[in-house]
């Protein structure tokens, strides 16, 4: 970054998302000093994503707070809160990973001590980032559909098995729940593409395919330091097939809530982890039409977004216009979402200003995904939920809430 120094940083939790880091180890702008991990493995894999010379410790209190200018936390999400919450207080810059925690009392602590303390707080959300959506976000703004009335999204997990079921994700208690763990991203964007927050929510969901698979991981395996690349098993079909489970599984395999926004949009959500597909897609009815993306454009497959405004009888895939998402566009993890993700967290942490992601936003995801799991497991009683404290949010309220478009920043201007 042109005049500032180079940004050290620190990184909590070296497992299966600390390759997002790699996007802030840049020589000469930010570099990843120091790492902390209980595992041997982890530690291992901090010297082969940042180099011999990054500083190693097995617990991240010992992490020295005072020689960091921000720090990522990518540990596994029920371990968010503590680190986050202690180098907030030490006046580090902190990226928490999305879901920003797994209750609601845990995200309130954090927004609180960011606005107590003046810390910046980011939350990485990097579907805000995604090619696709944020073109989607701006037809919408364009009037393409009128004035938004409902957004629905089917997520279709083709690889939840492997990809929530074989380690600590099929825990409620590391969770509370996939609505929540998994839906946080979907319900952000949701949320995002609407212009309103959820407060009242209804929701109906179960285990329904993998509690009854007796083929569960035995506990040395558990214990091994693996990542997901490591058991993926993309040949296991039906996922019956699929072995080497985790051990403990209680949380749901399928699942579907309906919410009332605060500006009145109403919103369905659905999800499911066997799908023979992996994708999202979205749906966006407004007064004067409805656009919906076919592909997603992560990982490079290919998406287009279609429009809908001429009242015609019966389907047409000929919609009134046609949106593709260029390929260049949709390079990189997550469709090049994650690196630009990481710029902006460090523009934020060098300089401040707005930024897509807001921390209230998030807060506001995982109260939807609470209230939501809530309501599942009382067999579909309506739940209201909870806002944040007004002067808490208050401080936050430089980041975009809702339609405010802030321009994407490239890692190349960094």
């Not at 089917?154 to 609505?179: Q, S």
Request: with cysteine; net charge negative.
């Amino acid at each position: 970054m042109p005049g500032l120094s180079e940004l050290r940083i620190g990184v909590v939790g070296v497992g299966q998302r600390a390759k997002l880091a790699t996007h802030a180890h840049r020589p000469g702008v930010a570099r990843v000093v120091a790492c902390a991990d209980p595992s041997k493995r982890g530690r291992e894999h901090a010297r082969e994503l940042f180099g011999d010379d990054v500083a190693v410790y097995e617990d991240w209190h010992a992490l020295p707070a005072g020689e960091l200018d921000a720090v990522f936390v990518l540990t596994p999400d029920h371990l968010h809160a503590a680190p986050a919450l202690h180098f907030l207080a030490a006046g580090v810059a902190v990226f928490v990973d999305k879901p920003m925690a797994i209750t609601l009392a845990d995200c309130d602590a954090l927004l609180a001590t960011a606005a107590r303390t003046g810390t910046r707080l980011y939350i990485g959300h990097n579907l805000r980032h995604l090619p696709m959506l944020r073109r989607m976000r701006e037809l919408i703004e364009d009037g393409a559909v009128g004035e938004v009335k409902a957004v629905w999204c089917r997520h279709f997990v083709g690889h939840g098995g492997d990809y929530y079921f074989k380690d600590w994700h099929a825990e409620r208690a590391n969770t509370t729940g996939l609505l929540l763990q998994k839906g946080a991203h979907d319900l952000d964007v949701i949320h995002w593409l609407a212009g309103g927050y959820s407060r009242e929510v209804v929701a109906l969901g179960g285990l329904t395919l993998y509690g009854a698979n007796p083929h569960r991981r035995s506990a040395s395996a558990e214990d091994s330091g693996a990542l997901m690349a490591e058991w993926f098993d993309a040949g296991a079909w039906p996922p019956s097939r699929l072995r080497d489970l985790n051990p403990v599984i209680d949380v749901e395999d399928i699942s579907q809530m309906l919410t009332r926004l605060d500006n009145g949009v109403f919103t369905s959500y659905q999800q499911c982890h066997y799908t023979p597909d992996y994708w999202r897609n979205y749906t966006v009815i407004g007064d004067a039409g409805r656009l919906e993306n076919f592909g997603d454009g992560i990982d490079g497959d290919p998406a287009q977004i279609r429009v809908w405004n001429r009242r015609r009888s019966g389907y047409r895939a000929d919609a009134d216009l046609v949106v593709p998402i260029a390929e260049a566009d949709t390079e990189g993890l997550h469709g090049g979402a994650d690196a630009a993700l990481v710029a902006e967290f460090l523009r934020y942490a060098a300089i401040g200003g707005p930024t897509e992601t807001s921390p209230v936003a998030a807060r506001e995801a995982v109260a939807a995904g609470v209230a939501a799991t809530e309501s599942l497991r009382s067999g579909g009683v309506p739940v209201a939920v909870a806002a944040p404290d007004p002067a808490v949010a208050a401080h936050f309220a430089d980041s975009p809430r809702h339609h405010r478009r802030v321009p994407p920043i490239p890692a190349s201007t960094l």
